[in-house]
């Protein structure tokens, strides 16, 4: 079975730029979690789908950053403009809804250079 | 700050050996899993352990919750070099069943 999918698997770019990361779930799954990993912070949670609605978005840093699920196969994590304290990695992860206490699948994540 | 705090933050040992991780939370949960992270990879799902449940199995690995105490411990047995990844405890809160708190990680070398 094919897990989640992320695209790019790396990105550099220049401070100032729009960034555009991509994640394809599981299919059947139907919540959707963005996720950022730092050394300082350690791994936060962005913001969440379910049916393709955001529950929670409480994680998101600032305006700056957008996410967006337009079907249940696909969504996107938009940065703009991207800073350099952006610079980490970003994971999707997806689960199922079948009762609670479901673990999530991740996929390999992205890897974010802002210079 | 992050529910989960995982002890030690690094642990060496050798191959064959036992390794012991520790995971700390602070409010009430409904469930309790453990992550695996290989370098440059995602997080994959070890085990789940439910508020109600106090011991759990899979494989070389044994899971335990005490939430008296709000701690886990998550034990690998005759470990191997694969077994070396950073480990991670998630708590999931008791008024969102989806949401998952992840703790700092313990980075485990397993050395041939």
């Known amino acids: 079975d094919a897990g989640v999918i992320q695209s790019p698997r790396h990105e550099v770019t220049e401070m100032g730029q729009e960034v555009t990361l991509r994640c394809k779930p599981i299919?059947?799954?139907?919540?959707l979690f963005w996720y950022r990993q730092t050394m300082m912070r350690g791994l936060e949670l962005l913001i969440y789908?379910?049916?393709?609605?955001?529950?929670?978005d409480s994680g998101m840093p600032e305006d700056r950053f957008s996410a967006k699920m337009p079907n249940a196969s696909f969504s996107t994590l938009k940065i703009q403009p991207s800073e350099p304290r952006d610079s980490a990695v970003y994971f999707c992860?997806?689960?199922?809804?079948?009762?609670?206490?479901?673990?999530?699948?991740f996929g390999d994540g992205t890897r974010l250079s802002i210079l | 700050s992050q529910q989960g705090e995982e002890d030690p933050q690094a642990l060496s040992i050798q191959e064959g050996e036992n390794a012991t991780m520790n995971c700390s939370y602070k409010t009430s949960i409904n469930n309790l899993q453990w992550y695996r992270q290989n370098s440059g990879r995602g997080l994959v799902h070890l085990i789940l352990i439910r508020s109600n449940e106090r011991e759990k199995h899979s494989g070389r690995l044994r899971v335990t919750l005490d939430t008296s105490k709000k701690s886990s411990s998550l034990l690998i047995t005759a470990s191997r070099a694969a077994d070396t990844a950073s480990y991670f405890c998630?708590?999931?809160?008791?008024?969102?069943?989806?949401?998952?708190?992840f703790g700092s990680g313990t980075r485990l070398l397993v050395r041939p």
């Open positions: 998630a708590t999931g809160w008791m008024d969102s069943s989806y949401k998952l708190i």
């Open positions: 992860a997806s689960s199922r809804t079948e009762g609670s206490n479901q673990p999530q699948h």
């Open positions: 789908f379910n049916n393709n609605v955001p529950i929670d």
């Open positions: 299919s059947g799954h139907d919540y």
